[in-house]
């Protein structure tokens, strides 16, 4: 009962179903469709989001996670679903991975000439 209550209210509904609220903006990015999603994107969120925490700091790395998961939840509405609720943080995480890929190389370049002492 309060797993359904928690979908039916928290869930991401797309904008013509009657169900959406405000709130699911934010809301779906906290709700998991089991144990094993939540598991996953902990799990990578814990790997590698450690690199881009670590290279920005915790409140711009914050401030993104709920920047990329409101700008997806969307384009999830407008542009994809099919009329389907979602729930998640996908592509908070895909997001991260792609500023790791662009951010952490030159971290680490910045790291080898500023820790030198000659």
């Not at 809301?27 to 799990?43: A, E, P, Q, R, T």
């Not at 409140?59 to 993104?64: I, L, S």
């Not at 407008?78 to 996908?90: C, E, R, S």
Request: glycine fraction near 14%; aromatic fraction near 24%.
């Amino acid at each position: 009962m309060v797993g359904e209550f928690l979908f039916r209210y928290g869930a991401l509904w797309p904008i013509g179903s009657g169900l959406f609220q405000p709130w699911q903006l934010v809301s779906y990015m906290f709700l998991h469709g089991g144990f094993g999603h939540i598991f996953m994107n902990l799990f990578a969120l814990w790997m590698f989001g450690q690199a881009i925490e670590n290279y920005w700091g915790t409140k711009r790395f914050t401030y993104f996670y709920f920047l990329t998961g409101r700008g997806a939840a969307i384009l999830h509405m407008f542009i994809g679903g099919g009329g389907a609720p979602t729930v998640g943080a996908f592509w908070c995480r895909i997001w991260y991975f792609a500023r790791i890929r662009y951010d952490v190389p030159r971290a680490a370049h910045y790291a080898s000439y500023s820790s030198n002492s000659d």
